[in-house]
Each structure stands twice: as structure tokens, then as C-alpha cells.
């Protein structure tokens, strides 16, 4: 009777730390993991933009951005700037022409590196169906030919991906969970189902 008390007080304690290294494994190894490689490729096309887009015609670099983005869920747009912040090409057609001058636009031309941010989109736009949007936003600049700095290319990523993200790993976890419940519970009444046919076995038997 000791022992199976140990028994079931051990199972208790695995189960206990199965959940919690589950939870901790897939919150804080795997989302942030999953997280940075969302970062890691707007970076990588970041950097292929910058080098790309200053070699094709105008017409070419909207047609460019406009299947990258199509092709590429988590990016919320792609946008070349000139360096007044005035949108050359954007994604998103309808949005061609727009000024986006503002300060880590001003702060990634006067350092020439790369700037990484959070962007809350059409503030002043209140019927925009952008407005208050939160982006994490990645600017570089882009030379001309002549190794002149011509402007910025910008990468927005959609916290609302992030966002979704973290929550399937939630649901992920709280499904795993249940199942080793679920597994835990099947063990132990069939266990405590064998130990009745063995007592009724031994109450006959006497």
C-alpha cells in the first residue's frame, strides 16, 4: 500500500513537470525561435531589396514588391522611399506617393544602418483601415549606382502575425496538456479498475 501511494505521488510529480517544461519549452525556446526567424527573413529581404530594387526599371519594382508580398504571409508591406520619405514603390499600390517622413526614417539616413522599430501606422487617418495598425518596421538604405545614398527600403511585419503566433503555441501547449490529462486519467482507471477485479478475485477466493 506504501509503495503504491509512491507510486501515484511520483506520477503526480512527472505529470506536473511534464506540463511545466512542455509550457516553458514551446513559450520561451520555440515562439521566440519561431519569432526571430520571422525577423531573420524581413531582414534577409531587406537586404535583397536594397540591392535589388535600385537596379530594375519603376515599373519593374512595383511588380517585385508586389509578389514578394504575396508570396511572404508575415510581411504587412514593402516600401522604397526616396530620401525625402516619398513613397517610389509600395506593395501596396494605392499607396504609391504617400510621405512617410518621420524619425527612424530621418534617423536610418543620417546613420546609414539599419533600424529596427515599432510603427504605429496612419495615426493622423482615423478611416484608414491601417489606423493604429502596430508594425515592427526594418529600414535600410539603398545606394544608387553611384554609392550615393538614395533613400530607405522599409519591411513592416504585423504584430497581429506575432500576436497569432503566440497564441497557436498557447493552444499548442493547452492541447498537450490535456492530452497527457487525458492519457494520466486512462492510466490510472485502468489501474484502479485491475485492483478491484484483484480484491473481488481475493474476497472470493476467502
Request: charged fraction near 25%; hydrophobic fraction near 45%; include cysteine.
Amino acid at each position: 500500500m506504501r509503495s503504491e501511494k509512491k507510486f501515484w505521488l511520483l506520477l503526480l510529480i512527472v505529470s506536473a513537470l511534464f506540463i511545466i517544461l512542455l509550457t516553458i519549452f514551446l513559450m520561451r525556446i520555440i515562439y521566440p525561435f519561431h519569432v526571430e526567424q520571422m525577423k531573420s527573413r524581413a531582414r534577409e529581404t531587406v537586404s535583397h531589396l536594397r540591392f535589388a530594387l535600385p537596379r530594375l526599371s519603376p515599373e519593374s519594382r512595383q511588380e517585385y514588391l508586389e509578389t514578394i508580398s504575396r508570396n511572404t504571409e508575415e510581411l504587412s508591406y514593402l516600401l522604397l522611399m526616396d530620401i525625402h520619405g516619398n513613397t517610389l514603390v509600395h506593395s501596396n499600390p494605392i499607396r504609391v506617393g504617400m510621405n512617410f517622413d518621420e524619425p527612424g526614417f530621418r534617423k536610418c539616413l543620417a546613420t546609414g544602418e539599419r533600424i529596427e522599430q515599432i510603427y504605429l501606422r496612419d495615426q493622423d487617418n482615423p478611416s484608414s483601415p491601417y489606423h493604429n495598425e502596430k508594425t515592427l518596421d526594418i529600414l535600410e538604405p539603398y545606394y544608387s549606382l553611384k554609392g550615393r545614398i538614395d533613400g530607405v527600403v522599409n519591411v513592416g511585419i504585423s504584430l497581429k502575425i506575432i500576436e497569432k503566433a503566440r497564441v497557436n503555441y498557447i493552444i499548442i501547449s493547452i492541447g498537450g496538456t490535456l492530452l497527457w490529462l487525458l492519457f494520466i486519467s486512462g492510466f490510472a482507471l485502468t489501474h484502479f479498475r485491475i485492483m478491484a477485479m484483484k480484491r473481488r478475485a481475493e474476497q472470493a477466493l476467502i
